[in-house]
């Protein structure tokens, strides 16, 4: 018997992209589709440098990052090598910048960025300027030319001197002055004794003591009677506000001479009532006369012109007002949350009551004017002067919504002591708070005593007046800006 169960044969054709054949027993032909790679592209990948941010301040906490781009991966490794130039020294004003190399397989690779803090105040920022060299490895080569310039801020508190400090006996005459008891109204220790003020005054170098010489002061305030005697011995520079014919201040009177006070404490002259920097000059700008419906670009065009004079510190006393009580910065931050605005939107709309257009325009300016300040100098402001507030006020706690402005920024508020001038044993019932709490701004908030004292007020009939009874003016009083100035 033959068999006649027997298999189909199959006719098997390999083509150049499918295998076609027939199944076994007889059934139908099918065809496997099988993929063939197509050959790899040739990769000759060009590199790009960048940096994780084009500025940095010395001392700075952390680190930029510098990134070599390739724009296709390789198999094998590719150096990067980078080089300097630029007014910073490599090395000197930031660490050596390592080559970067980028693993085979990836299409980046990293160094960093660190600059030092060579302790000596620069009054031009440096900037570093870091450049592809050379390219190896991979077939890679340079897109073009490829760099990427970083400017290393100075922060302006970070300088040093030679000056030796002065004996107990030149201390103690400072103190005694009648111009500097003069000051204090109550029974409590002098402000300025709290400070050590008599001891930084004593320092001396080859004759110049530390009494702010050769410096000069911006105040920007209200009512200034500049012929007062507390002017003595300085230049005075007075400022408009940019409007054709406008006074800078309304006169001094015997209820409104809030600048005399300020200006007296920063600068007073020795022979007069001593200041915390008898020797330094005075730059006055005017808060309330401003030209047009902002005041945004008049406080700036203030701020150019004081940083033009030389003015190395700004005293700003003033604030703004919601309910009767100071508008803090925690009353801002939730403004701009709950309208979903910028920061910038957010205090156009609390100084010039709009959010756009040319409010929104004028308030960066005076953010612009305000950080180009601290290029050379230190913002000094009042936290406020209401006890029951839980933050600062909100211009002194700009910082918060813009980072930049922290470089040089302080905040005092007041309190009043009881104690006497060894601090390092006093207690917290010796301290009332008088204004503002610091709140937000703890890290750059300084607590000084202003409470109860005696000051300029304004000029009676060309004599020179001060107050009769004690005073409390608060944290608007300027004596952290000591701590800028010698």
């Keep these: 018997m033959i068999d006649m169960n027997f298999k189909t044969c199959c006719l098997i054709v390999v083509t150049s992209l499918s295998l076609y054949g027939c199944q076994a027993g007889g059934g139908s032909s099918t065809a496997a589709a099988v993929s063939t790679p197509a050959p790899a592209p040739v990769c000759n990948p ?21 990134t070599a781009t390739l724009s296709c991966a390789v198999a094998e490794d590719v150096d990067v090598t980078i080089g300097s130039s630029g007014t910073a020294t490599e090395g000197t004003d930031y660490s050596n910048v390592s ?43 340079e897109n073009g030319t490829q760099s990427v310039t970083i400017t290393i801020n100075e922060y302006a508190l970070i300088s040093k001197t030679a000056f030796s400090e002065g004996t107990s006996s030149e201390q103690n005459t400072i103190k005694n002055r009648s111009t500097w008891t003069a000051i204090e109204a109550g029974g409590a220790t002098h402000p300025y004794e709290q400070m050590g003020i008599h001891k930084v005054q004593s320092f001396s170098s080859g004759g110049t003591y530390l009494t702010g010489v050769g410096q000069t002061i911006h105040v920007a305030d209200f009512n200034c009677d500049v012929n007062h005697e507390i002017y003595d011995n300085k230049t005075i520079t007075n400022l408009d ?120 325009t004028d308030a960066n300016t005076y953010i612009t004017a305000l950080n180009d300040f601290e290029d050379s100098g230190v913002m000094v402001w009042a936290a406020a002067n209401d006890s029951g507030e839980s933050d600062a006020n909100a211009m002194a706690g700009l910082p918060e919504l813009f980072p930049q402005l922290g470089e040089a920024w302080l905040v005092a508020n007041v309190v009043e002591y009881t104690g006497d001038s ?4 006093a207690t917290s019932s010796e301290f009332t708070l008088k204004g503002n709490k610091c709140g937000s701004t703890a890290e750059y908030c300084l607590s000084v005593d202003g409470w109860d004292v005696y000051a300029a007020t304004y000029v009676d009939s060309g004599t020179s007046q001060y107050n009769t009874g004690r005073i409390s003016f608060g944290s608007s009083w300027s004596y952290s800006q000591l701590m800028v100035i010698v």
């Design 422 to 425: 060894d601090l390092s044993n």
């Design 99 to 141: 080559d970067i190399s980028v693993s085979a397989g990836n299409t980046t690779g990293t160094s960093t960025f660190d600059p030092t803090s060579d302790s000596a105040y620069e009054s031009n920022n440096e900037t570093a300027i870091l450049s592809i060299t050379g390219v190896s490895g991979g077939g890679a080569t």
């Design 46 to 66: 060009e590199v790009t440098l960048s940096s994780s941010a084009n500025s940095i301040y010395e001392s700075s906490a952390g680190l930029l990052t510098l």
């Design 241 to 360: 506000d940019g409007g054709s014919g406008e006074s800078t201040f309304s006169a001094a009177t015997s209820s409104n001479n809030h600048c005399q006070g300020v200006a007296m404490f920063a600068a007073g002259d020795v022979g007069a009532r001593s200041g915390v920097a008898p020797d330094a000059d005075l730059v006055f700008s005017s808060i309330p006369n401003v030209e047009g419906s902002n005041e945004g670009d008049d406080y700036a065009r203030d701020l150019d012109a004081a940083r033009a004079a030389g003015a190395i510190a700004s005293n700003q006393s003033w604030g703004y007002n919601s309910g009767g009580s100071s508008y803090n910065i925690s009353e801002l931050e939730s403004y701009i949350s709950s309208n979903s605005l910028t920061n910038a939107q957010g205090l156009a709309g609390l100084m010039h009551g709009s959010t756009s257009g040319q409010a929104l």
